[in-house]
């Protein structure tokens, strides 16, 4: 396990086809035509959320851009201090061939359960974390143009394993998550780039991390998660809401998912939540769960094929693409290098 080097694997993907009416299976165990080597990586597990998060870079184009990190345990359950950064590039020609490039970049020291984002100008956003005795608020930003890191304003409370959400705007928000002192969170924090500064929202109801949020009509939805460490605490099934443009926010209570989750991943398509896959803190979930905003319920979705936690989920090209992530036996979800569309 101590020799790996720069090495990932391709890992199982799942890619619906969405439409105005239901999501459709198309295609599972789908992996890219690669143009850039990919060795195997030996078996290991997958902590903490690897894949944060992705951007659009070029909607016309169909082209996305990923960024995650990742952590590994060896034999003996040790983490080995890999603070590496990969960027990967998906497009499609006209052929609807898959191609996909990655790159390799170093996070300035090891660390884990932060989150990353892409900005506007293709800069990347590396936020909180732990190395598993600290937790962080530092927030440092990466650019291509110079290629080095640089460290912005904190936060105002260290965290790890907490929710982000990064607009269009750039601007950011952070919810909840682990503190120092092994407590759980309620804060809620904005970054306002137009100012360069952190601002305090009104905290959650409920303290909670490893959950998931998402943004939908200035609304922000925080869901699942979890309000205890380690074996201790309870699986949220509940739902949040604040409403970003009130004068007078509140966090508000909405729905209950069905099924308790932790470590799920969520998207908003065509004025539905999917809130895909995580955890029950005891097994990973297949399961998927769609909130209609027409209907206004929670109801079951088309399972994924593969129970899966920490992973991510996105749209690309009208289809829902879950990527990554690990299994009921802590194992990484891995594909094979070809397809066929």
């Not at 399972?303 to 992973?311: H, K, Q």
Request: glycine content about 6%.
């Amino acid at each position: 396990m101590n020799d790996i080097t720069h090495q990932i694997n391709y890992e199982k993907t799942k890619i619906y086809n969405i439409n105005e009416n239901d999501a459709k299976l198309i295609s599972d165990e789908k992996s890219f035509k690669t143009n850039d080597k990919y060795d195997e990586m030996p078996n290991c597990e997958m902590t903490n959320g690897e894949i944060k998060t992705y951007e659009m870079m070029n909607k016309r184009d169909n082209n996305i851009k990923i960024v995650y990190s990742y952590t590994i345990h060896d034999s003996k359950n040790q983490m080995n201090p890999y603070n590496e950064l990969i960027s990967m590039n998906i497009t499609v020609d006209k052929n609807n061939n898959y191609s996909l490039t990655k790159k390799i970049t170093k996070l300035p020291f090891f660390r884990y359960g932060h989150f990353l984002c892409l900005t506007k100008n293709n800069c990347i956003l590396s936020i909180g974390g732990t190395d598993g005795k600290t937790n962080y608020a530092i927030v440092e930003k990466y650019c291509e143009q110079n290629k080095r890191w640089k460290q912005i304003n904190l936060m105002h409370f260290a965290r790890s394993n907490f929710c982000g959400i990064c607009t269009e705007n750039n601007d950011i928000f952070v919810l909840g998550g682990e503190g120092n002192e092994k407590n759980i969170l309620k804060s809620v924090e904005y970054y306002d780039s137009t100012i360069n500064s952190w601002r305090s929202l009104p905290p959650l109801n409920c303290v909670r991390h490893s959950a998931s949020a998402i943004i939908y009509q200035d609304t922000i939805f925080i869901i699942g998660g979890k309000d205890g460490i380690g074996n201790y605490g309870k699986v949220h099934k509940s739902v949040e809401t604040l409403n970003i443009n009130q004068k007078n926010k509140k966090w508000e209570m909405f729905k209950s998912l069905k099924q308790s989750r932790l470590r799920l991943a969520t998207i908003v398509f065509k004025d539905k939540i999917y809130a895909i896959g995580g955890s029950t803190g005891i097994k990973d979930l297949k399961s998927v769960e769609i909130y209609d905003f027409k209907i206004g319920k929670w109801v079951d979705g088309p399972s994924l094929n593969y129970a899966r936690s920490n992973f991510v989920a996105f749209m690309w090209n009208n289809r829902l693409v879950v990527y990554g992530g690990i299994n009921n036996n802590k194992e990484v979800i891995i594909f094979k290098k070809y397809i066929n569309k």
